[in-house]
């Protein structure tokens, strides 16, 4: 089992380009997360989705989308990339209830210039 | 907005020591778990105690709240180098999200 996987582990932006952050879990979870982490902040949610075929806002949702492909699958977009969104952002998921134990993936490093 | 505030930011001691760490929170919970983060890693859940718990041990790691107190606390006992990390607690705050708080970063050396 591979647990949570993400793709790219970095990426480098130029302001107003697009990317998208994908994430896969192989544990037949029903829910899934979207953090970002900055120094000094902890991990801040940014969307999540607590069943495959839904999807809900968290802390800080402005400027990104997020869409649940399937059970495993849950990417983040970034529309058009903001020097304020150069983060680490971890992928995470749980078997059932959004409150239960949570497996991150290992992160991507997102640079905006 | 934080629900977890863990105190202190930073902490240093040698192996074998015991390092302490602190979590307090705002609102009610149902559960409060603890994470730890290697640097550059992803978070690795540690432990989860419920809201009727007060004590739970997983090894090395012993973890107490006071719900009274809105605190929680880990204690890890016989620190190794490889301890070494940050520490977080998270709590569901009675809403369907966990919230994080800021974390310890605790060094220990060998």
């Known amino acids: 089992n591979a647990g949570v996987t993400q793709t790219p582990k970095f990426q480098v932006l130029k302001t107003g380009q697009s990317m998208t952050l994908q994430c896969a879990q192989d544990?037949?979870?029903?829910?899934m997360y979207w953090y970002r982490q900055d120094p000094g902040m902890g991990l801040r949610l940014i969307y999540y989705?607590?069943?495959?075929?839904?999807?809900d806002k968290g802390e800080v949702p402005n400027g990104y989308n997020v869409s649940r492909l399937n059970k495993r699958e849950f990417s983040l977009r970034l529309e058009s990339a903001a020097p304020s969104q150069t983060s680490v952002y971890f992928c995470?998921?749980?078997?059932?209830?959004?409150?239960?134990?949570?497996?991150f993936g290992p992160g991507t490093r997102l640079l905006v210039l | 907005s934080q629900q977890g505030e863990e105190d202190p930011q930073a902490l240093s001691i040698q192996e074998g020591e015991n390092a302490t760490m602190n979590c307090s929170y705002k609102?009610?919970?149902?559960?409060l778990q603890w994470y730890r983060q290697n640097s550059g890693r992803g978070l690795v859940h540690l432990i989860l105690?419920?809201?009727?718990?007060r004590e739970k041990h997983s090894g090395r790691l012993r973890v107490t709240l006071d719900t009274s107190k809105k605190s929680s606390s880990l204690l890890i006992t016989a620190s190794r180098a490889a301890d070494t990390a940050s520490y977080f607690c998270a709590t569901d705050g009675n809403t369907d999200k966990l919230i994080f708080g800021t974390g310890t970063r605790l060094q220990v050396f060998p």
């Open positions: 544990m037949n979870h029903n829910s």
């Open positions: 989705s607590a069943s495959e075929g839904t999807t």
């Open positions: 105690i419920r809201s009727n718990e």
């Open positions: 995470a998921s749980s078997r059932g209830r959004t409150q239960e134990t949570q497996y």
């Open positions: 609102t009610s919970i149902n559960n």
